[in-house]
């Protein structure tokens, strides 16, 4: 596997387009992605109760498995809007496949933003009609662009996942994705499309996604605290034409890798971009008794504000990890917990080490920050992903809506 | 019932002191509670798994259900110490025994502040001997300002039970609390001390403790995310010399009544009070399914930093609310909701009554604020108590320990 240039255009027979059709006042606010013909797709939703309309209507289209192209909007995120957000949900899809002229099945939908004000359908509608005749195979960056909300920088990546396909080329996959909010308590809208033209179905599909997502996107979010918006979905076009990609086969394994990289590096990116954020914090927890304690104890860290605004004013105040392990209801021993941060330990056995204040002020200023933790009760281990919690985040959400 | 002037030593046979011994630079930091006689004594405790030194003393002191006195410290929380920590709680039970001259069995401890610093022990042991001599019937009030941390205001009351004793006085109870942090999320310590001169036995006096803290102080906090050093206690000195309260009668309700009304009241202060707030913050759940999600929810809206911090900037931000129960793993019609903002109608079946922005906007400025939300799938309600989050909040936060 390799990193390569690129973004969602960058598998083979794929286009996108963004531009600003008018929900927001100047910034691009309308995002096209495209497959020159029906790919295989899979997708992973919120599991937050209150489902924007978009993903109500996705869920319902994805049955069948197949799509052709992703409409997105950003600036409102058509939830809670009733009868009346659904039926603008199914018109921007049936819309986008008239313009398109393809069939009204494969149109899914995206939106993100405000919650609960109905989405400017004749702003959308003309928006649609201009960005169908702009898809081209270098539109990534401003579909990119045109699907951000308060995120600073646009986020895509490619990857080559040197698996041979029939072309010269080896089989690609590319991703763009929107995150912002402060990630990990809750509510802030992720938005993921990945593109490849590997060949393969369904099953082994879903699978990988969802295996990918487990570790990274959802390591981002506390359990179920998620926003009525989140959407990953991934499209398969095939247009590698290589032998399709099987379970238990290198090529499987090698896609997994490459899947992997682009949900890691995505996460990251987020995380390093939450609203407010002046540095990206992983949150890796070792010798946990299961897995589910693993994730558990990574989030209880990950989703402390007492935590975060610590990191953000560089503030050794390590009981705040500890008290946030105690109350994550899992399985430790109080007594035996050892605590590293950028590899510096600073507590073993739940005790101070004595370390230097001095030098770890210095490394607490870096921008980014391992907070490294070993419970010592088992084996498991689980990475969580956010950022620290600054004056701006508070200022940013307290104004967001007028 | 009625509310009478006063705190800790309002009841018969009370007395209190506060000082400044040394552990904070300047500000009051050491508190002690005091009756004259032995007094049936109940506690209830952090569930957090790390427990500070103190909450591990008292626990097992308190298994004889009796004690005289409770030496207090602010500005260390001893938590987080070791051994070195326990030896340290202990001694100082044991030296404010012997300055008292009282069984040493009879010395809880409590203390509050930063986690993982070794206790000043010699600057506490000069201070309780000083302590030790400045026990007053006024002294409620020192005690008070001795046990905060970053709390801007003192929090004591006294309520007459209406009960007769056989003095010439009804049964009174006086409490102190401290808060502060921004009790909802995570780990801000609470601290309350509870007196009454009521002649009632452990069980009922325990029962009644857990009824009233259960819908109060442990409202302001999610589901065991508590602090490792949050104390709440109650001593019942008798010197009203009444008839022994009894489950099942007029008196133990009359008691409980009080109880509740001391808990609620020092419950509100404390979320008005909360790091950085401008207001009070009431989240009441009506039409739950069952007491433990009308629990959940309440407490799911109150933890929002999306909710919270939108309140801070006075914005109608409803769909944060919605998501917020979504997001809450309990039983809801997503298209049955409505949601009330100090008793005007924001959201009916789940979307917006498109209420005046303006009106709105003029009743989020209010110092209080209620929001009532109608799950509209069973019988049961419950509510949680915060405050909104804002800039502040962070700044506070960032900075604590340095």
Redesign the interface.
Known sequence: MKIIKGGITTPLEFRAAGLHCGIKSSKKDLALVFSDKPAVTAGLFT?????SAHVLLDLKKLRRKESQAIIVNSGN?N????ATGRDNALEMSEYTAKCLDIDKQNVLVASTG???KPLPMNKIKKGIKEISGKLTIDGSIDAAEAILTTDTTIKEIAVDTGIKGRTKNNIKIGAIAKGS??IA???ATLLSFITTDACIEYEELFTALRECVNTTFNMLSI??????NDTVIIMANGASRNKRIKFKTPEYKKFVDGLNYVCTYLTKKIAADGEGATKLVEVQIKGARNMKDARRAAKSVAN???VK??L?????????I????????IK?K??KIDIAINSEPI?H????TNFSQEKL?KILKEKEITITINLNVGDYSSTAYTCD???E???I??????
Do not use: F
């Not at 939830?79 to 009733?82: D, M, T």
């Not at 359990?223 to 009525?228: I, N, Q, V, Y």
């Open positions: 599991t937050n109760q209150v489902k995120a939830a809670c809007n009733g405000i919650i609960g909010g402060m308590p809750n509510m359990d179920g605290d998620m926003s009525p402390s504000n007492l605004t610590a953000n004013g560089c503030d050794p105040n390590w009981g705040r500890l008290s946030s392990l105690g109350a994550a209801r430790i109080p007594g507590v056995n739940s005790i101070s002020h919690m600054s004056e985040y508070v200022k959400n307290a104004h967001y809506h007028t």
